[in-house]
């Protein structure tokens, strides 16, 4: 694979490229278009000159001499108008020898009228005339001085209906000298360019390829988890936007780091604890065969349920950040759901004193996936007994809205503290352990809790005020209807 250039070497790369476009299009310009866009100047100049003279003889008015020097002036042009029973052989009473329409003789004049008058439109245009300087070369041939002639003829009436000719000429030289000169100034042009290339190459590479360097160098250093910001290299917004995203993955990756730590210990531990009974107990019951009663084997059951729970978790959180969980959905009562598997938490008002409190919304149709709700609410529950402390009092509350059902899930335990309420919801995350009521759990619940909601795309929250226990929530849409009667 073919190494990539850096940045410097692109930046002087693209500049004299583009300056070598420049440089090509003016050279363009100059030496093919020069003259036949200012010749085209020329012919939209004589023939602007002549509209503007006859307007003025169709609306019945004299032209002087004066507005003919006028126009003359203005526009580097020369004017002759010619009224058609006017002897051409002989000079006009004021000639203007300055003009070389007076210099002409009667056959090119001749010439230039009849052209015109032949024309469809009345109009005669001629880009280069006969007439020269007034020399002849030794085969008789007119002396070409360089000089180029546009003469425009135009025929009108007048209002007494006789034919006036309107001729308008300017002259241009060729533009061989200009272009020459053109020619040196695009090697001063150049020559700067490649000044200006190399001088702007190094302010951006100071100003944009030297910070990204830098923030690149640092960079290498993330996966350890550590990246040392410099406001230096933010020279500019996007390099501070970079410098900020990679102090935010350096914090992450520590962040997962600890993570994956913790639960190294979480799961070590959960997994040692039922493994040890277990085994005990099987081993217990091998060497002293009075002790194989039910409750030994009652206890050998419900360690191996831990550790069977704990497994389903992992694999669980595993297939959901793969997307491999599709959720199977149907309409059925959220209602019917909760006071079902309310049921399961029987064991612990007999057994230890709980006082679960139910508050129900009743036809409370959802459309959703009923495992994977029930698999919510009972993290929910979990998580009340776990934190719930030693009130052992959890209110289940169910609020219906105008389009949409809210479950509710209170304890009243220690609480959780505001700098813990942002990272609850992460994978392996368990807060302050002095305050868990049971060892068990790998933290996993809440995270796989918040994968199914959002899969749901349904919303929830936590409300929490340490010392005086959590309200955990989610809400989900109710069904329509019809949807919900065609279910049925």
């Not at 007119?142 to 006789?162: A, S």
């Not at 100071?206 to 410099?230: C, H, M, T, W």
């Not at 729970?309 to 149907?330: F, H, M, T, W, Y």
């Not at 006082?355 to 698999?375: G, K, L, S, W």
Request: some cysteine; glycine content about 4%; proline content about 3%.
């Amino acid at each position: 694979m073919k190494k990539p250039i850096s940045l410097r070497w692109k930046i002087a790369r693209t500049l004299l490229l583009f300056a070598v476009f420049i440089i090509g299009v003016l050279f363009v310009f100059e030496e093919f278009l020069l003259e036949p866009m200012y010749e085209d100047n020329k012919i939209s100049t004589v023939k602007s000159v002549s509209d503007s003279i006859v307007a003025i003889l169709q609306q019945g008015e004299e032209i002087s001499e004066e507005i003919l020097f006028q126009y003359q002036m203005e526009n580097d042009t020369c004017v002759r108008i010619i009224e058609t029973d006017e002897d051409i052989f002989m000079p006009p009473e004021s000639m203007n020898y300055g003009c070389v329409l007076y210099r002409m003789n009667p056959l090119e004049l001749t010439q230039l009228i009849d052209a015109a008058a032949a024309s469809e439109d009345g109009t005669y245009l001629a880009s280069e005339t006969p007439f020269m300087n007034g020399k002849t070369d030794s085969f008789g041939k007119k002396e070409n001085n360089g000089m180029r002639n546009i003469t425009y003829t135009r025929m009108i009436q007048n209002e007494d209906g006789e034919y006036v000719a309107v001729i308008v000429n300017t002259g241009f030289s060729r533009v061989n000298d200009a272009s020459r000169t053109l020619n040196r100034q695009l090697l001063y042009i150049g020559i700067i360019l490649i000044l200006a290339i190399v001088l702007l190459t190094f302010l951006m590479d100071v100003q944009i390829a030297r910070p990204l360097r830098a923030i690149s160098k640092e960079a290498k250093n993330l996966p350890d988890g550590r990246y040392a910001y410099d406001p230096s290299t933010d020279r500019y917004q996007e390099a501070r936007e970079l410098n900020e995203t990679l102090q935010q993955a350096a914090v992450d990756i520590n962040k997962a780091e600890q993570a994956r730590r913790d639960l190294i210990a979480n799961v070590s531990h959960d997994l040692r604890t039922p493994l040890t009974m277990i085994s005990g107990y099987g081993e217990m019951m091998i060497d002293m065969p009075e002790e194989k009663n039910d409750e030994n084997l009652q206890i050998i059951i419900d360690e191996s349920k831990r550790l069977s729970a704990l497994v389903n978790d992992l694999l669980d959180l595993s297939r959901i950040e793969e997307g491999k969980i599709v959720l199977q959905k149907e309409n059925f009562d959220l209602h019917e759901m909760i006071s079902t598997e309310l049921r399961k938490y029987d064991v612990y008002i007999n057994t230890e004193n709980y006082r679960i409190e139910y508050f129900p919304a009743y036809h409370c149709n959802v459309n959703a996936d009923r495992r994977r709700m029930e698999q919510v609410f009972n993290n929910f529950m979990t998580n009340a007994i776990h934190y719930g402390g030693d009130a052992r009092h959890i209110i289940v509350r169910e609020v219906k809205m105008d389009d949409s059902i809210q479950v509710q899930v209170q304890d009243f335990g220690e609480g959780i503290a505001e700098k813990d309420l942002e990272n609850i919801w992460d994978r392996y995350y368990k807060i302050d352990k002095q305050h868990v009521r049971y060892s068990s759990g790998s933290g996993l619940g809440l995270a796989i809790v918040r994968s199914i909601l959002e899969l749901h795309e349904a919303r929830y929250g936590v409300n929490s005020e340490p010392g005086k226990g959590s309200t955990f929530w989610f809400e989900l849409p109710l069904a329509k209807q019809e949807d919900s009667k065609a279910e049925a």
